[in-house]
Nanobody
């Protein structure tokens, strides 16, 4: 079992920045890839960015490339998402995700609202 707790959401104006953090606890030594997903109102949950465990290979949705950066600190059991040049369409609930032996674990989410 893995427990994930997100923090760092809030209200920001378009063009601004926010940094999301996710702290993992539980069977952390077996966690594989970690990532961030988001749900905009009326939309399905979508991938934002992921980072592998080993060589920290990253993957980004096209909509956030060049603006968001995912990073992982294995020693501290955290994964972060630095979000720059935010747009109103980035608004949504952001969820931290961790893969453990083929099972996905999710945090409860943190709300990001970008005003125009």
């Amino acid at each position: 079992q893995v427990r994930l707790v997100e923090s760092g959401g809030g209200l920001v104006q378009a063009g601004g920045s926010l940094r999301l953090s996710c702290a993992a606890s539980g069977h952390i030594f077996s966690i594989g890839a970690m990532g961030w997903y988001r749900e905009a109102p009326g939309n399905e949950r979508e991938l934002v960015a992921t980072v592998a465990r080993g060589i920290s290979t990253t993957h980004y949705a096209d909509s956030v490339k060049g603006r968001f950066t995912i990073s992982r600190d294995i020693a501290k059991n955290t994964v972060s998402l630095q979000m720059n040049k935010l747009k109103p369409e980035d608004t949504g609930v952001y969820y931290c995700q961790a893969a453990l032996r083929g099972v996905d674990y999710w945090g409860k989410g943190t709300l990001v609202t970008v005003s125009s």
